[in-house]
């Protein structure tokens, strides 16, 4: 139960820092995940693992990866899980950390798949979910036909959104599946989505050959060097773990998520030789864009923007959809040995209809026109405690680049630090990037990044950094060049396994244009918010966790009066071992000035369901979760949450605007794995 709970603790931390980073309550991280769960049910042999397979616990850093393979390398084979402390890098903490997903077997794992055994011994599991809010929203109100055909403030499906998923798996090797999805609002079996679902997904994934060591057809991911040239998907950024700056790619997965944007659709191999292995890819799918034609000559079109939200549930919505077709090529070289790794990589990205958005001021340097080519390389270097990586990336269209060069180094297992420089052109941009970055794209920014995780003692560690940033340019809601600065500090004090208390003090500072403005000459001004936590986790007993976290943020600035907003959440964790269900609790009290003191606090849901809720204005949240194991294969979960306002008689806007101070969602989830 200790390590099931270290588990959604670990996938916890990340997923809350993505979410607070890109500040969004809709995403899906399943790929982040993925890898995690599945070696959490197949402990990964270290006796036979190779330095990929652990990256993929995204876990443990480059110099630790390294110190274990050495030490396989020159004393043999690991007798015990045990010789683990005998590590340089490795204190205990690390080691309490992978033991949920790594094992150590005499008897190394048969490399070598036949069809035989992959069928006899794979996987097959198929999900059904249902999620909706009970509540009635204005979109859904029922108005006649000729108003609904001339509005887009009306929703033309229900308020229900429904998942499917059937999957074939074998180890990390094979993978094989569909998925389907309907958001709310959309349509299911007529009107735009005639063939059922909105969006639909699939895949055939190999891995695992001498020569050709993995193909992906269908819908796939891919991913280069720190992120800067392509990196399909979302990756950790600035996380309470300071070693976690350094970005792990995985050259080719299958895409399992349901996020209808970021992902490749076509074919992709990775062919390899002793050490040099090459990846080459194509990608043709269709995009939603806004597409006007030019006043003056009849036959010319372009693409103004293009929507990655993957809702089609209102006119314009339904009217971008499936406007423009993204083809991508490219191929990715790579060398790699214990200790160094290097490659190069080119790919083009071109459209069917040219994008030609307005300019402003700020988006100025924007990519305009109809294709673009970028080139990168990219390299790891580990040389004794140091881990030096980077990566150099060129864009064509504009001749901007963008560098990304840092440091993780282990004075020893109790001491780790990261540094990391990065300086991204203002004219630099690719469409699918996730160079470590403060904004929202890898672009416009320069900023030297510094952490460090310390453990004081056997029961007190610290994990802290800096990270100064500026813009060279003007972002949109920010007339002139800027700069900003965010700094985190987090001691934990972990007695025994069963007790941790954190607190953490997170500072950021960036300046944005001044709401005082005279409509002339706007003015910058530093707006600075401060976020303090404390979260106590303690295992009662073997099936029975508590958790408290109290959190209070202030925002301060010069146009506007200082806010605040404090939450304290009360979680409650119940997994008896003799019965075939597990339940999860929680109670929140929240009260905050506004919408930008809100605070985002990741929630247990189903698997791979993935909750992560703003919490702003004044009022309650409950929510209950149980899960129910029945015939040896099949999960059940329920979960029901309700927000409660205090003093509101409406919540949210336009459309999505509800009458009543209540917010309910329920989640139903059905497996079924054999």
Same mark, same amino acid.
């Given at each position: 139960?200790?390590?099931?709970?270290?588990?959604?603790?670990?996938?916890?931390?990340?997923?809350?820092?993505?979410?607070?980073?890109?500040?969004?309550?809709?995403?899906?991280?399943?790929?982040?995940?993925?890898?995690?769960?599945?070696?959490?049910?197949?402990?990964?042999?270290?006796?036979?693992?190779?330095?990929?397979?652990?990256?993929?616990?995204?876990?443990?850093?480059?110099?630790?990866?390294?110190?274990?393979?050495?030490?396989?390398?020159?004393?043999?084979?690991?007798?015990?899980?045990?010789?683990?402390?005998?590590?340089?890098?490795?204190?205990?903490?690390?080691?309490?950390?992978?033991?949920?997903?790594?094992?150590? !077997?005499?008897?190394?794992?048969?490399?070598?798949?036949?069809?035989?055994?992959?069928?006899?011994?794979?996987?097959?599991?198929?999900?059904?979910?249902?999620?909706?809010?009970?509540?009635?929203? &204005?979109?859904?109100?029922?108005?006649?036909?000729?108003?609904?055909? &001339?509005?887009?403030? /009306?929703? /033309?499906?229900?308020?229900?959104?429904?998942?499917?998923?059937?999957?074939?798996?074998?180890?990390?090797?094979?993978?094989?599946?569909?998925?389907?999805?309907?958001?709310?609002?959309?349509?299911?079996? %007529?009107?735009?989505?005639?063939?059922?679902?909105?969006?639909?997904?699939?895949?055939?994934?190999?891995?695992?050959?001498?020569?050709?060591? +993995?193909?992906?057809?269908?819908?796939?991911?891919?991913?280069?060097?720190?992120?800067?040239?392509?990196?399909?998907?979302?990756?950790?950024?600035?996380?309470?773990?300071?070693?976690?700056?350094?970005?792990?790619?995985?050259?080719?997965?299958?895409?399992?998520?349901?996020?209808?944007?970021?992902?490749?659709?076509?074919?992709?191999?990775?062919?390899?030789?002793?050490?040099?292995?090459?990846?080459?890819?194509?990608?043709?799918?269709?995009? !939603?864009?806004?597409?006007?034609?030019?006043?003056?000559?009849?036959?010319?079109?372009?693409?103004?923007?293009?929507?990655?939200?993957?809702?089609?549930?209102?006119?314009?919505?339904?009217?971008?959809?499936?406007?423009?077709?993204?083809?991508?090529?490219?191929?990715?070289?790579?060398?790699?040995?214990? +200790?160094?790794?290097?490659?190069?990589?080119?790919?083009?990205?071109? /459209?069917?209809?040219?994008?030609?958005?307005?300019?402003?001021?700020?988006?100025?340097?924007?990519?305009?026109?109809?294709?673009?080519?970028?080139?990168?390389?990219?390299?790891?270097?580990?040389?004794?405690?140091?881990?030096?990586?980077?990566?150099?990336?060129?864009?064509?269209?504009?001749?901007?680049?963008? &560098?990304?060069?840092?440091?993780?180094? +282990?004075?020893?297992?109790?001491?780790?630090?990261?540094?990391?420089?990065? &300086?991204?052109?203002?004219? @630099?941009?690719?469409?699918?990037?996730?160079?470590?970055?403060?904004?929202?794209?890898?672009?416009?920014? +320069?900023?030297? @990044?510094?952490?460090?995780?310390?453990?004081?003692?056997?029961?007190?560690?610290?994990?802290?950094?800096?990270?100064?940033?500026?813009?060279?340019?003007?972002?949109?809601?920010? !007339?002139?060049?800027?700069?900003?600065?965010?700094?985190?500090?987090?001691?934990?004090?972990?007695?025994?396994?069963?007790?941790?208390? /954190?607190?953490?003090?997170?500072?950021?500072?960036?300046?944005?244009?001044?709401?005082?403005?005279?409509?002339?000459?706007?003015?910058?001004?530093?707006?600075?918010?401060?976020?303090?936590?404390?979260?106590?986790?303690?295992?009662?007993?073997?099936?029975?966790?508590?958790?408290?976290?109290?959190? @209070?943020?202030?925002?301060?600035?010069?146009?506007?009066?200082?806010?605040?907003?404090?939450?304290?959440?009360?979680?409650?964790?119940?997994?008896?071992?003799?019965?075939?269900?597990?339940?999860?609790?929680?109670?929140?009290?929240?009260?905050?000035?506004?919408?930008?003191?809100?605070?985002?606090?990741?929630?247990?849901?189903?698997?791979?369901?993935?909750?992560?809720?703003?919490?702003?204005?004044?009022?309650?949240?409950?929510?209950?979760?149980?899960?129910?194991?029945?015939?040896?294969?099949?999960?059940?979960?329920?979960?029901?949450?309700?927000?409660?306002?205090?003093?509101?008689?409406?919540?949210?806007?336009?459309?999505?605007?509800?009458?009543?101070? %209540?917010?309910?969602?329920?989640?139903?989830?059905?497996?079924?794995?054999?």
């Amino acid at each position: 139960m200790l390590f099931a709970q270290q588990r959604s603790e670990i996938i916890q931390q990340r997923i809350e820092f993505i979410a607070e980073q890109l500040e969004t309550e809709e995403i899906d991280l399943t790929n982040v995940i993925e890898y995690l769960n599945y070696y959490f049910d197949n402990p990964l042999n270290l006796n036979g693992a190779t330095a990929m397979n652990l990256e993929d616990l995204n876990l443990l850093s480059a110099v630790q990866i390294n110190d274990l393979l050495l030490h396989r390398k020159l004393y043999g084979k690991f007798i015990s899980i045990y010789e683990l402390q005998s590590l340089e890098y490795w204190d205990l903490q690390t080691i309490q950390l992978i033991l949920p997903f790594v094992r150590v !077997d005499d008897r190394l794992d048969n490399l070598h798949i036949s069809w035989k055994e992959a069928l006899e011994h794979g996987s097959y599991e198929m999900y059904l979910r249902y999620q909706a809010t009970p509540e009635s929203k &204005n979109g859904y109100t029922k108005v006649n036909d000729s108003i609904l055909k &001339n509005s887009n403030s /009306y929703y /033309y499906g229900n308020a229900d959104r429904y998942y499917s998923r059937v999957r074939y798996s074998y180890r990390t090797n094979i993978s094989i599946g569909i998925t389907g999805e309907k958001d709310a609002g959309e349509q299911f079996f %007529k009107g735009a989505q005639k063939n059922g679902f909105d969006f639909y997904s699939a895949h055939a994934f190999f891995k695992g050959g001498k020569y050709l060591r +993995s193909v992906a057809v269908g819908d796939y991911q891919i991913q280069i060097g720190q992120g800067l040239n392509l990196w399909s998907g979302y990756a950790f950024g600035k996380t309470a773990d300071v070693t976690n700056v350094k970005k792990t790619a995985n050259p080719l997965r299958p895409y399992t998520s349901v996020d209808e944007a970021r992902f490749m659709r076509g074919a992709a191999v990775d062919i390899g030789y002793k050490d040099f292995s090459i990846t080459t890819f194509a990608s043709v799918k269709k995009m !939603d864009a806004s597409v006007i034609s030019d006043s003056i000559y009849d036959d010319l079109e372009f693409v103004t923007s293009i929507n990655i939200s993957g809702l089609h549930r209102t006119n314009s919505e339904i009217n971008k959809k499936d406007l423009l077709t993204e083809k991508i090529f490219g191929s990715n070289l790579r060398y790699r040995n214990r +200790s160094f790794q290097a490659g190069i990589a080119g790919v083009y990205q071109g /459209y069917t209809t040219e994008f030609n958005k307005a300019i402003q001021p700020y988006n100025q340097f924007d990519f305009r026109g109809k294709d673009m080519l970028s080139f990168s390389g990219d390299y790891s270097w580990v040389y004794k405690n140091f881990n030096f990586f980077g990566e150099t990336s060129r864009t064509s269209f504009s001749g901007s680049w963008a &560098n990304l060069h840092g440091v993780l180094f +282990s004075l020893d297992s109790r001491a780790s630090f990261s540094i990391l420089y990065r &300086n991204y052109q203002r004219g @630099y941009q690719t469409f699918y990037n996730t160079g470590f970055s403060e904004g929202s794209n890898t672009q416009n920014e +320069s900023g030297i @990044y510094a952490g460090l995780k310390m453990k004081l003692s056997s029961a007190w560690s610290i994990n802290s950094y800096i990270d100064l940033f500026k813009f060279p340019w003007m972002k949109y809601s920010v !007339d002139a060049p800027s700069y900003g600065h965010e700094i985190m500090i987090q001691p934990a004090y972990k007695p025994t396994k069963q007790l941790e208390i /954190y607190a953490r003090y997170r500072e950021q500072m960036r300046q944005k244009n001044s709401r005082d403005s005279d409509g002339t000459v706007t003015e910058l001004e530093a707006v600075l918010q401060r976020n303090y936590r404390l979260n106590i986790a303690y295992a009662v007993s073997e099936f029975f966790t508590i958790k408290s976290r109290i959190e @209070y943020v202030t925002i301060q600035r010069k146009s506007n009066t200082p806010e605040d907003g404090f939450i304290f959440t009360q979680d409650v964790l119940y997994k008896p071992k003799k019965l075939p269900f597990d339940l999860a609790l929680r109670y929140a009290l929240f009260d905050t000035d506004s919408y930008d003191t809100r605070i985002y606090s990741y929630e247990n849901n189903a698997l791979y369901v993935f909750a992560i809720p703003s919490y702003y204005y004044q009022g309650s949240r409950a929510y209950a979760m149980v899960r129910f194991s029945f015939l040896r294969r099949c999960d059940l979960w329920f979960r029901y949450g309700v927000f409660i306002y205090n003093n509101r008689s409406a919540i949210g806007s336009g459309a999505e605007e509800i009458k009543g101070s %209540k917010k309910s969602d329920i989640t139903l989830q059905f497996r079924v794995k054999f």
